[in-house]
């Protein structure tokens, strides 16, 4: 291997931030540095522990400028967008990830939420990283938004979706009581016109049982539950737990049809 293999790659890193990029694959390396597999492994290693990049998925680096050297780990919205290219995946950010961004939530999340398109992707986590996926058939384009960053645009689920998306994955992110305190926050950004929208075109009706008696008897937002009261009054509706994960036991709210079944004190 040449000798200065090592300061070429180096420089190519730098060519590539150069462009406002935060990212590089494998697949481009070789295809630059006409290197073999075998032989692009070295720099790749040498580079990795000098914390110039840190492999976030199989084949797919971020490059960690000066200024995120000491932690050796680059926020996760400067390459989000271009990761999701990479594994030919559509995706939002959501749920806590998507609160924070709205201004809901007193603290930086630990990991990051990306809601996918079927089929699901294995979640990514190390000791510096961890980022949880979460599927879905399919979302409308009217509930996602464009948040700007140093490196582009990524996508984000609106306020309205958000609130949404908390309660339908409750079970997978500390159930219900650990939504109310972001549910509080992202009240003062949620449209009430938006959110018969996107409530519509949700098209789960336990997730807006439970959403509605939330914002009805627990957040005191009584227009909002109002508004989503009107989707199912005429409808049928199942009888309900309000968390997926308690017991069976409770009281019955007879008008959203949902057992209280988790103490909602936050």
């Known amino acids: 291997m040449p000798k200065d293999t090592f300061f070429s790659f180096d420089k190519y890193l730098q060519k590539i931030r150069s ?135 990524i996508s984000v689920s609106t306020p309205e979706l958000t609130a949404l998306d908390l309660i339908y994955y409750h079970k997978r992110i500390g159930g219900i009581n650990r939504t109310l305190p972001i549910l509080e926050d992202l009240c003062e950004e949620i449209n009430s016109i938006k959110l018969v929208e996107t409530a519509q075109r949700f098209k789960n009706k336990t997730t807006i049982q439970r959403l509605g008696f939330l914002f009805d008897e627990i957040l005191d937002e009584k227009e909002f539950a109002k508004l989503l009261y009107k989707l199912i009054e005429n409808i049928p509706t199942n009888k309900i737990l309000l968390s997926s994960i308690s017991s069976d036991d409770g009281k019955i709210n007879k008008k959203w049809n949902i057992i209280i079944n988790t103490d909602t004190n936050f």
Not at 30 to 57: E, F
Not at 121 to 139: A, Y
């Open 19 to 153: 462009k406002g990029r935060y990212c590089i694959t494998l697949s481009e390396l070789q295809k630059n540095s006409k290197l073999s597999y075998k032989a692009i492994q070295q720099p790749i290693y040498r580079a990795k522990n000098n914390k110039k990049i840190s492999q976030i998925r199989q084949g797919f680096y971020a490059i960690i400028p000066p200024e995120y050297s000491i932690s050796g780990v680059l926020p996760v919205y400067l390459y989000i967008n271009d990761l999701m290219l990479y594994l030919k995946r559509d995706y939002y950010l959501g749920l806590f990830s998507s609160a924070i961004l709205h201004g809901a939530g007193h603290q930086q999340a630990m990991n990051t939420q990306l809601v996918i398109e079927k089929p699901t992707l294995r979640n990514i986590k190390n000791h510096k990283l961890e980022i949880d996926f979460f599927t879905k058939n399919k979302w409308y384009e009217n509930d996602i938004i464009k948040k700007k960053t140093d490196a582009g645009y």
